[in-house]
Structure formats: structure tokens, C-alpha cells
């Protein structure tokens, strides 16, 4: 038997692993899909690679900074910019001088990071935890494999509301923890990578745009300025409004579902954006809380130790999911010592 589980290898989920494997424990990771790093995600297609998740990232706090510098020396994280050009009905503006700071990128894309996280854990891949179980000892999580993994402690890292059909019962002698997990509220997007031809020019303000006020589209990128090979053939991230995925959702046709994103990125910036020579749509149903809970994690002795970790515990991005992971790891070993 573990002494922890944790479910989801997203930034939370690896930090967390990381910090109770040097507190000595016996921690798995157990993975759906077959890679690593959750909405932390690159795509590899048409010879490059292409971030579809999460698009740079921000540090505000000293752990997180420290974290981020630790990958700059390696070089797996570097400055990508600090100018985050702002879209909106009359034009494109910079931003403000206090709006100035590093955003980070990786050149290899952001399961980079993942992946240098995950090399010295023990991940479970292809393994959907689809059942939880428990008897007054240990807990018993049961995967789409139908293999039973038993542990002392587990540490969710999934988005709230996939966590909820697989705790709901089990949690039943734990209102209180329940209610704030379905407090938390997650809004989709619609992600479209697309490729242009070499021979469009490219201004520097297009590398990082947020678009304010716009119904369709809340971002656009110059992916590829995150490479260092710069002769490579320019791709395009565009990231929709949360009103726009709502609405395109349950369209079966992901052709039709995203070409509103191309049209819209057309008619704002410059017309051949709209017709790129390749493109796919990613369509994320959990992309971003809406409403965190405003806490590091949260945590539960009943029925057995539980911690809940997550971006949405603390915020909506990596670095909250990072000091999540970490605030998890000392709730995990504080439970497991009473
Ligand atoms: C389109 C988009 C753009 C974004 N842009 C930015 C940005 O620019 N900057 C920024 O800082 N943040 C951004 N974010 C948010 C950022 O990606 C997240 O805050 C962060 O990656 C969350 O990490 P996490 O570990 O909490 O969760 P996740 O990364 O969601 O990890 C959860 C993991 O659990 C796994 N899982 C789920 N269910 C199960 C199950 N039943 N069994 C086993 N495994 C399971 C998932 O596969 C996943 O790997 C963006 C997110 C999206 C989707």
C-alpha cells in the first residue's frame, strides 16, 4: 500500500509528488492521459511544437520565483516578454508601464517543465481514476484499467468539477469540504493553432496580444516567437472567450466550432490571418476557475486524509497550481501524522 496518491500530473499534482518523495514517502502519481503536464500543454505537429494550454507564465511569489529561475539555469524556462499588447475596440495599445513584467516561456513548449518535473517520479499513465472506495484504513482508487490502487492519503489535483462525481459519496460524512469544492466554478475555451506562410511579415506587437473587449476572441499569440529557430514556418495561438466556448461546446464539427476564432483574428489584425495553410482546434471544457475558494488546498481527516489541490483552490494559473502543490504536500504529511 502507498502512503500517497496523487491524481493528475499537472504542475500541482508533480509539485506536490516531488515535495513528499524528499519528505521521504512512498508517493504515485496516477495519470489519465499518456503524457505529462495537464493544461500545461504542447502539441507537436507539422515538424514544430505548439503551447494549446496555458500560454506563458507570470511569478509574483518568492517560492515560485525561485522555482522559475531553478529552470531558467537549465534552460528549460526563459524571458519570452514583458509586453502584452492590449486588443480592444480602438486598437492596439501597449501596456501600462506597471503592466511590464517577464513573462516566461519554454522554448520546447510548457510540458517541458512537466516532463523535467516528472523524471524522477513514479508516474501511472493511461490510468483514469474512475471509482473511490474506502474501509476504515485505506482507500482504494479504481482506474478505467480496473486496477485497484490502495493508499493512506490521497491528493486530488483534478479540476473541481471532475472531482466531484468520483468523492461526492464518499464524502458524504464531510459536508463542509464538499460544499466549497462545489462553490468552485470553471469556465471552457476554445483553442485554434494555426500555421502561415513564411513570407507574411510579422509585427513585434503581435508576439503577446490580449484581446479586452471582444466577444470571440480573449487571445492571440505568436507561438513560434517562443523557439529560437526563427526561419520556422510562423504559427498562431488563438484562445477564445469563455461565452464563445460555451456556445460552441457541443458543436460535432470542430471545423465549424473554430473557424469563428480565424474570422474574427482576420477582420482585428489583418486579413490573411483568417485563411492559415493548416490549423486545429483543441476544445478545453475546464480551462480556467472562474471562482477559486481563495485557500492554498483544502484538506479532510473523514472519512480518511484527503487534500484537494488545484489552480482553483488559490487562483486560475500555473503559479497558484505550483504553491497549491506545495501548500498540499505539508497538509498531506500533517494528516498522515495524526
Ligand atoms: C487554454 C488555457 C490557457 C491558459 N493560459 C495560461 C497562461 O497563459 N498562464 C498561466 O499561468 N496559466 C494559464 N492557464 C491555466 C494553467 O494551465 C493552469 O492553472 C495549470 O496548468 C493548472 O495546473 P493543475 O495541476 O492545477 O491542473 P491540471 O493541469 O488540469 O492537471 C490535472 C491533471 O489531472 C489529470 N486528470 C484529470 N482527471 C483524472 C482522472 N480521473 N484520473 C487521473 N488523472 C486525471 C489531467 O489529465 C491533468 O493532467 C491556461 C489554461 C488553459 C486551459
Known amino acids: 500500500m502507498k502512503d500517497v496518491i496523487v491524481i493528475g500530473a499537472g504542475i500541482s499534482g508533480l509539485t506536490c509528488a516531488q515535495q513528499l518523495k524528499q519528505a521521504g514517502l512512498d508517493v504515485s502519481i496516477v495519470e489519465k492521459s499518456a503524457g505529462v503536464g495537464g493544461r500545461m500543454a504542447t502539441r507537436r505537429l507539422q515538424g514544430t511544437w505548439v503551447d494549446h494550454g496555458a500560454q506563458l507564465i507570470s511569478v509574483k511569489s518568492d517560492d515560485f520565483g525561485r522555482f522559475i529561475r531553478k529552470l531558467e539555469d537549465k534552460k528549460i524556462v526563459k524571458e519570452w516578454t514583458r509586453n502584452v499588447y492590449q486588443l480592444s475596440s480602438s486598437g492596439l495599445r501597449p501596456p501600462e508601464a506597471d503592466n511590464r513584467h517577464p513573462r516566461y516561456c519554454c522554448p520546447l513548449g510548457m510540458t517541458a517543465i512537466a516532463k523535467h518535473m516528472a523524471s524522477e517520479l513514479n508516474i501511472i499513465n493511461n490510468n483514469r481514476i474512475v471509482g473511490v472506495s474506502h474501509d476504515n484504513r485505506k482507500w482504494q482508487l479504481i482506474s478505467d484499467r480496473q486496477e485497484i490502487l490502495e493508499t493512506s492519503a490521497i491528493v486530488s489535483t483534478i479540476p473541481a468539477p471532475q472531482f466531484l ?120 471544457r475546464y480551462a480556467l476557475s472562474e471562482e477559486s475558494l481563495g485557500v492554498s488546498c483544502l484538506s479532510t481527516a473523514v472519512p480518511l486524509a484527503l487534500v484537494c489541490a488545484g489552480d482553483w483552490c488559490a487562483g486560475k494559473n500555473i503559479e497558484a497550481a505550483y504553491n497549491s502543490g506545495l501548500a498540499a504536500a505539508d497538509s498531506v504529511i500533517d494528516l498522515l501524522k495524526n
Request: proline content about 8%.
Open 165 to 284: 462525481p468520483l468523492f461526492e459519496e464518499v464524502l458524504s460524512t464531510a459536508p463542509n469540504f464538499l460544499q466549497a469544492v462545489q462553490s468552485v466554478k470553471f469556465a471552457p475555451s476554445v483553442t485554434i493553432m494555426a500555421g502561415y506562410s513564411n513570407s507574411y511579415d510579422i509585427p513585434e506587437e503581435w508576439q503577446a496580444i490580449q484581446c479586452v473587449d471582444d466577444p470571440i476572441l480573449s487571445w492571440i499569440s505568436h507561438d513560434s516567437s517562443k523557439h529560437s529557430d526563427r526561419s520556422a514556418q510562423p504559427v498562431f495561438v488563438f484562445q477564445s472567450t469563455a461565452e464563445f466556448a460555451r456556445q460552441s461546446m457541443e458543436e460535432a464539427d470542430l471545423e465549424v466550432a473554430g473557424k469563428p476564432l480565424l474570422n474574427q483574428a482576420g477582420r482585428l489584425l489583418a486579413p490573411w490571418l483568417a485563411s492559415p495553410e493548416w490549423w486545429q482546434v483543441h476544445r478545453w
